[in-house]
């Protein structure tokens, strides 16, 4: 489903006496339909940067995206809208991923008419958001409430309900449930295996954590100065890691 070839991103200084960072260092990877690819590494390592060049939202320096055999790398941004849809990311802050100042029910209503999805008028758009609500395990009551008035691992389920109604066939999970307390992650992971099943959903889900992407993932893709330095099955990865970067970070998962 995604194919990358060579993909390279530096970022230019930003200041005279600053310095270049080669964030993705021709990076090869493909993720199948229907697998969760994990993307681990450290801090800085460029994680969050190759996935947002997948989606196209940070431009390339060099190499191939594929998405279904098609060769987006060079979309037009109209043609780049047509499957915008399809490929979706959420990202770590349940705090700022909704508009802090809309009712949730606003932020529901609104990728219907970002995306221009055919909904004849409010009560089926409304009929909709209903049932995705219900498949992320929320009630009505939440639409009328704020941001600020639920908790973080309901967020998670309003922004999972929200890329939902898109019925995207590629998800990105950017450090998705780093921020939530380790029982309510466990929720939301088991909400994100019952949705894959459901709609058949590709994932790359991107986290620190071996232990959480171990559980989650069929594969494992290392990631360390911008390099994929091991790439293999969750098990193979995790119970005997070759590249010495990934014993390091199997190993402290374990001591911690
Ligand atoms: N827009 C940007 N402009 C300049 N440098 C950037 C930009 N985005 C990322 N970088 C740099 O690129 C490198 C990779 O960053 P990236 O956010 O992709 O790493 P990451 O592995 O996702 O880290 P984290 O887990 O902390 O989010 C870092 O050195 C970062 O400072």
């Given at each position: 489903m995604i194919r990358l070839e060579n993909i390279t991103k530096i970022f230019k200084k930003r200041s005279f006496s600053g310095e270049n960072t080669?964030?993705?260092?021709n990076v090869s990877l493909t993720i199948d339909k229907g697998k969760i690819l994990g993307l681990v590494g450290e801090s800085g390592c460029g994680k969050s940067t190759l996935g947002r060049i997948i989606l196209r939202l940070t431009p390339v320096d060099k190499g191939k995206i594929y998405f279904y055999n098609r060769d987006i790398t060079n979309y037009t941004f109209k043609e780049m809208q047509a499957i915008r849809r399809e490929m979706q990311i959420i990202f770590q802050h349940p705090d700022t991923s909704l508009n802090p100042r809309k009712k949730i029910k606003h932020s529901l209503i609104e990728p219907f008419k970002i995306h221009r999805l055919s909904s004849k008028n409010e009560d089926n758009i409304m009929s909709r958001i209903m049932k995705y609500l219900d498949l992320v395990g929320l009630n009505e009551e939440i639409l009328d409430r704020y941001p600020n008035q639920i908790s973080g691992g309901q967020i998670q389920r309003v922004v999972l309900a929200r890329v939902l109604v898109l019925e995207p066939k590629f998800l990105i999970l950017d450090e998705a449930t780093s921020m939530l307390d380790v029982s309510v992650q466990a929720q939301i992971i088991e909400l994100l295996r019952k949705i894959k099943k459901e709609f058949d959903i590709t994932y790359l889900f991107i986290s620190h954590d071996i232990d959480l992407v171990k559980a989650f993932c069929d594969d494992i893709a290392v990631m360390k100065d911008g390099k994929i330095v091991e790439l293999g099955s969750s098990e193979r990865i995790y119970n005997?890691?070759?590249?010495e970067y990934t014993r390091k970070l199997v190993k402290t998962f374990r001591e911690f």
């Open positions: 080669l964030a993705v260092d005997s890691p070759v590249h």
